[in-house]
C-alpha cells in the first residue's frame, strides 16, 4: 500500500517562507509526477505546483516566482518551498503522486497505475 506523508506546514506572517515536505511510502517502483495542490475554505482544490519524474515542472499562476518544487526520485519525495508568502495563500496543501507503479505490479506484469493523495498539511498566513 502507498503512503503519502506531509509535514512542514505552520503559521506564518506575511512575507515569511515555508517548506512542505512528502514522502512517499511503500513498494513503489516508479511516480511519475508529484505535486502539490491546494484548498482554501469554500473554494475548489486548486494546481500549485507539479514536478514530473523527466524533470517537467508546472505551477499555478498565483505562485509562480514565489514558490519552487523540488523532486528527490530516489527517495520519492517531493518539496514546495514557499517563499513571499501572502495571506491568500492560506489553506490546506495536499501532496499529490500520479502515476504510481508498485513492484508488485511489474512482478505481476499486470500495471495499472494509480494516483494518491496525502491527508493535508495546513498552511496559515497572517497579515
Known amino acids: 500500500q502507498v503512503r503519502l506523508v506531509e509535514s512542514g506546514g505552520g503559521l506564518v506572517q506575511t512575507g515569511g517562507s515555508l517548506r512542505l515536505s512528502c514522502a512517499a511510502s511503500?513498494?513503489?517502483?516508479?511516480?511519475?509526477?508529484m505535486g502539490w495542490y491546494r484548498q482554501a475554505p469554500g473554494k475548489q482544490r486548486e494546481l500549485v505546483a507539479v514536478a514530473t519524474i523527466g524533470g517537467g515542472r508546472n505551477y499555478g499562476d498565483s505562485v509562480k516566482g514565489r514558490f519552487t518544487i523540488s523532486r528527490d526520485n530516489a527517495k520519492n519525495t517531493v518539496y514546495l518551498q514557499m517563499n513571499s508568502l501572502k495571506p491568500e495563500d492560506t489553506a490546506v496543501y495536499y501532496c499529490?503522486?500520479?502515476?504510481?507503479?508498485?513492484?508488485?505490479?511489474?512482478?505481476?506484469?499486470?500495471?495499472?497505475?494509480?494516483?494518491?493523495w496525502g491527508q493535508g498539511t495546513q498552511v496559515t498566513v497572517s497579515s
Open positions: 511503500g513498494s513503489i517502483f516508479s511516480i511519475n509526477s
Open positions: 499529490n503522486a500520479e502515476g504510481v507503479i508498485t513492484t508488485a505490479q511489474v512482478m505481476s506484469t499486470k500495471v495499472s497505475p494509480n494516483n494518491y
